[in-house]
């Protein structure tokens, strides 16, 4: 996995009698809503992620956004670009834990072991080294 997972999306903001409706010209299933402008930006910025973490997961690839995007007709209507990394929204959506079964020598055990050391908490450290994350 890439660990740089930082995207920028244009994202088309409609006023609606509710508030905002939101969507993705580039991504057709990013829509979403709120009720203000900081809340629409805060689900757009949601529902960017969710998208983008099933196309990571499932190895689709990310389409590259079109810039920029015209400025909607609708009266009071306009584009932003919403930024989102997914790996910190999987840092914060995520704290499930796995258990995993891992082979290494004996004696690399036995000395560890000795010294008192944490093994999933080496292991996840060195991951998070190797990964840039």
């Not at 099933?54 to 306009?78: A, L, M, Q, R």
């Not at 996840?124 to 990964?131: E, G, I, M, T, Y």
Request: proline share 8%.
């Amino acid at each position: 996995m890439n660990a740089s997972r930082h995207y920028i999306f244009p994202m088309v903001f409609i006023p609606v009698p509710f508030g905002y409706s939101v969507y993705s010209p580039d991504l057709p299933s990013a829509i979403t809503q709120g009720k203000t402008v900081e809340e629409a930006i805060y689900m757009a910025k949601d529902v960017l992620c969710s998208i983008l973490i099933i196309y990571e997961d499932e190895g689709i690839e990310v389409p590259t956004p079109v810039f920029p995007v015209d400025t909607p007709s609708e009266v009071g209507g306009f584009v932003t670009l919403i930024e989102v990394n997914t790996v910190d929204y999987r840092k914060m959506h995520d704290d499930r834990t796995i258990k995993k079964t891992l082979t290494l020598p004996s004696w690399l055990n036995t000395m560890a072991e000795r010294e008192g050391i944490n093994f999933s908490q080496t292991l996840q450290h060195a991951l998070k080294q190797r990964l840039g994350v």
